[in-house]
RNA sequence: GCGCCUCUAGCUCAAUCUGGCAGAGCAACGGACUCUUAAUCCGCAGGUUCUGGGUUCGAGUCCCAGGGGGCGCACCA
């Protein structure tokens, strides 16, 4: 039976439960207010006693009892009767219980919506990863606590945007499809576009697009976006994740570096509203200045091992061995040395610590370190060994970028497919003069675990990639 | 791609180890109840135990194959 044609068009005048609750606690048992508020929400548990019912109404705001009397309550029989999960507005005085009960005394309501499917135990909600994931509405309501985190994320999100337009960051959009893909080392998706007969990426970073509204005069640039990554899925990994990239003329690395401190530890103060927080039982400062230190130092630190760029390619080879750290026959100094620290000293970094100075051959669109034969200027900060970001001081020089991609063109024809392809655009782009300028990258998804203290990436995303379901056939087969 | 684990009522889970009538709570349905709080009480109903095959007098349980899902590894800057 169904009661669609009694649901209103439009629901009107309805006050937050959250606001309810906040503006009545004075209220004794037994007191009424003499005010009459109207709620809305869904129904989440129903006591029916007789000429007496009781509903818990919840809405985005929290949580209020309705009580209904035989006596005062419009069509009560039918009120006993709503489903778990039934959406309804009520109208009625604000009154406390005999029992305590802060409670709106319902005197009319309205069916808002109903509830066709059942919400799971209405103790312990829903377990099973496949409703969860897939079906998420009924995660965010019947599972303590996942709406609460997704609000969270919109805070985040929100605080970066704010912090940013604080120092007079401009953000931008910049295309999602890409003739080529490039900014970062990941194997992309490729898509298909039928009225040019050629085929897309979907971008991997949002870097090169970026860099060029720098070379056109937008000195301090942003985008907030998704960035795609053919990859598979894992507790940190999903293929569509939200990455923050920004570029500020006439600064360096150390510059953004602060910028990223600024922005993690603002965006957890304003979403948390502190700096220290706890993350999987253990306790982690946000508040700067963090702790700088060379890869070099860090990996000594954790390991008790010396390693230097300047050792050589054999050396690290025997050092990475030695601490059974495998390493891919085509491999360099710099990037054994890169995979050393990956391997053995990063998911021991507490932090949060800023690493420096990484070797030149993993890092092709960074500037060579100013004192440093070998390195370039990048920092990475690291939190509860994970990497939250990166920092670096642009290249600018046309002429060298040049040179990095046609090594990563090399590269790719060593059997490396995630290396960069050459971008002449791009390179027209730096030889019409890019300042000094430093950029930031910030895995947002990735902060708002931290933020949020989950182990999952799913847990951040509202709805995470998942395997497409049996019998879903796609539009076209 | 490899390894381990898992699949029982709408939901959360027992029964599986050690083969012997497939169960409970919640939800649903009918009823009682004027202060409940996961209300309580009475009643009723609910199953292709993921699928297929095998062993056995007898399989939810043991074996094989397949499928869904999870976790780990690999991939992943």
Redesign the pocket.
């Known amino acids: 039976m169904s009661h669609a044609s009694e649901i209103p068009y439009r629901y009107e005048g309805s006050v937050p439960v959250g606001q309810v609750v906040g503006s009545y606690g004075h209220l004794e048992s037994?007191e009424e207010s003499g005010d009459t508020v109207r709620v809305a929400g869904r129904v989440m548990?129903?006591?029916?006693?007789?000429?007496?019912a009781?509903a818990?109404l919840r809405d985005w705001t929290g949580e209020v009892?309705l009580?209904c009397?035989?006596?005062v309550t419009d069509r009560f029989d039918e009120l006993?009767?709503?489903?778990?999960g039934d959406w309804i507005g009520a109208d009625g005085e604000v009154?406390r219980?005999?029992?305590?009960?802060l409670?709106v005394k319902v005197a009319s309501w309205s069916l808002l919506a109903e509830a066709l499917?059942?919400?799971?135990?209405?103790?312990?909600?829903?377990?099973?990863?496949?409703?969860r994931?897939r079906q998420r509405e009924v995660d965010l309501w019947?599972n303590e606590g996942v709406r609460d985190r997704f609000l969270l994320r919109s805070r985040v999100v929100a605080a970066i945007r704010r912090l940013l337009a604080d120092r007079d960051f401009v953000e931008v959009e910049t295309p999602v499809l890409h003739p080529i893909p490039g900014g970062?080392?990941?194997?992309p998706f490729v898509t298909h576009y039928n009225s040019m007969h050629a085929d897309f990426y979907l971008r991997i970073a949002l870097e090169l697009y970026l860099k060029r509204c720098v070379v056109g005069g937008i000195e301090r640039v942003f985008e907030l976006g998704r960035v795609f990554?053919n990859?598979?899925?894992?507790?940190?990994?999903n293929p569509e994740f939200t990455m923050l990239e920004a570029y500020q003329a006439y600064a360096d690395y150390h510059d953004m570096a602060e910028l990223q401190e600024y922005l993690i530890s603002g965006a957890a103060l304003e979403a948390l509203g502190t700096t220290k927080l706890v993350f999987q039982g253990r306790e982690l400062d946000l508040t700067p200045p963090w702790r700088k230190a060379t890869l070099e130092e860090v990996v000594e630190e954790v390991t008790g091992v010396e390693v230097n760029l300047s050792m050589g390619s054999d050396e690290l080879r025997r050092i990475a061995s030695s601490l059974a750290v495998?390493i891919?026959e085509r491999f360099d100094a710099g990037?054994v040395l890169?995979e050393i620290y990956?391997?053995t000293t990063e998911p021991n970094l507490w932090g949060p610590v800023h690493v420096s100075d990484?070797p030149e051959?993993?890092?092709p669109l960074t500037r060579n370190h100013r004192s440093r034969p070998g390195y370039v200027e990048r920092i990475t900060p690291i939190a509860a060994g994970r990497?939250l970001g990166?920092c670096y001081s642009e290249l600018v020089d046309p002429a060298d970028q040049r040179a990095r991609f046609e090594a990563q063109v090399a590269d790719r024809m060593k059997g490396d497919d995630?290396a960069m392809p050459m971008d002449e655009d791009f390179i027209r782009a730096l030889e019409r003069g890019m300042p000094p300028t430093g950029g930031i990258?910030l895995?947002v998804d990735r902060l708002v675990m931290l933020l949020a203290d989950v182990?999952?990436i799913?847990e951040v995303l509202l709805f995470p990639a998942?395997?497409p379901?049996?019998g879903q056939a796609p539009p076209e087969a």
């Open positions: 037994g548990l129903l006591r029916t006693q007789g000429k007496l009781f818990t009892q009580f009397l035989q006596a006993k009767h709503l489903n778990l009154v219980t005999k029992r305590g009960e409670s499917h059942g919400f799971g135990d209405k103790w312990r909600g829903v377990n099973d990863p496949e409703v994931f019947a970062g080392f990941a194997k990554r990859e598979g899925i894992g507790p940190k990994y495998e891919p990037q890169t990956d391997k990484y051959s993993v890092s990497e990166e995630e990258g895995g182990h999952h799913r998942l395997r379901e049996a």
